[in-house]
């Protein structure tokens, strides 16, 4: 059985970092892309950012561009999502996803999802 657990959020003021962390188990991701998504509350879950297993390739929602970071240990099967320069609309609930195809999407359509972890800025 897969497992996504999330953890490292918090509250931060704004200007602030957080670093989030997810650790899978029950199969090996290291050839399949990895992913961070947030809900904020009456808003639809968006995608963040990815990374890809074959070649380490990253993508970003613009709005994060520059700001955050994310990085995969595949001998630690775990996903990383560094993020600096915190703002009061990054406030969400952080999702971290799984897929079972080699291409990213940043749609939903992931195969994997954690429970996710509060991520809370305020001004």
């Known amino acids: 059985q897969v497992q996504l657990v999330e953890s490292g959020g918090g509250s931060v003021q704004a200007g602030g970092s957080l670093r989030l962390s997810c650790a899978a188990s029950?199969?090996?991701?290291?050839?399949?892309?990895l992913g961070w998504f947030r809900q904020a509350p009456g808003k639809e879950r968006e995608f963040v950012a990815a990374?890809?297993?074959?070649?380490?390739?990253?993508y970003y929602k613009d709005s994060v561009k520059g700001r955050f970071t994310i990085s995969r240990d595949s001998a630690k099967n775990t996903v990383y999502l560094q993020m600096n320069s915190l703002k009061p609309e990054d406030t969400a609930v952080y999702y971290c996803?799984?897929?079972?195809?080699?291409?990213?999407?940043?749609?939903?359509?992931?195969?994997?999802w954690g429970q996710g972890t509060q991520v809370t800025v305020s001004s």
């Open positions: 029950g199969r090996t991701f290291s050839n399949y892309p």
């Open positions: 990374i890809t297993g074959h070649d380490g390739s990253t």
């Open positions: 996803a799984a897929r079972n195809r080699m291409t990213i999407t940043t749609t939903t359509l992931w195969d994997y």
